[in-house]
């Protein structure tokens, strides 16, 4: 979505917000576009969430909230459906996109496509909800079986696995650096070549301090979510505690 469209959006949905003390939401919105609307001064002292259907989804929705609603998810802009198959019809990411692309549903429509052997779930809009589930029976020439709703774990966090390494500093190029095994020359390159998200936003500073228990993503590796700073070795460096979708 181009930058000034999505600041009207935007604007449109605070102010709309505001004079009718009802939820509007935009999106399903890109980590660089989160990046992008956290930066617009209007959003200073106005109530408001980021929400993707999950804990730590990528694509989400910008939702501006009235006073008297806490939680992004009693808004209800968001549904999920399953696509169950046989497992030895290998479906991607692509194949699942290009089916909803050919139905008309727009990139804004359309949020996580998780995917494993045998099993998709997407979260989607609610206005276009009802037509995927009466439209889509196939997916990439291959029969499918669409549900709504999800189970748990979801496709892609079903091995979480604990770590832990040393660090200098809790800056987010020294913490790069230790979760993908790399100097902190490379991180820095990576992050500044927008490739790192902190909490579903771009980071585009590599001195940033993340919080202890905040989730990094890192395109085309992997998610990570951190477990706390530990102890302080003898050598002075700090023992990062973290977790990995393996």
Known sequence: MEEKILSAKVR???RLCDTTGMFKAVGFLSADEVSFVLNMPELKNKKHSFFGGFDNAE????IALPDWLDSPEETGVIDAFT??????????????LGTLMSFGITRESVGDILCEEGRT???ISSNVSSYVLSQCDKVGGVGVKVT?????????FSKLGDFSATIASLRLDCIVAALLNT???????????????????????????PSEFASISVKGVGKFILDGAGEVTKKGRIILNYKKYV
């Not at 100097?183 to 301090?209: G, P």
Request: charged share 25%.
């Open 83 to 96: 696509f169950t198959y046989r497992s030895c019809d290998k479906l991607s990411h692509r194949d699942f």
């Open 148 to 156: 709504p709703g999800f189970s748990l774990p979801l496709p892609g």
């Open 121 to 123: 779930v997407i979260f």
């Open 183 to 209: 100097s902190r020359e490379k991180a820095k390159a990576i992050i500044l070549d927008k490739r790192v998200s902190v909490n579903s936003v771009v980071a585009d500073k590599f001195t940033l301090c």
């Open 59 to 62: 694509r989400v929705f910008f």
């Open 12 to 14: 449109d949905a605070l």
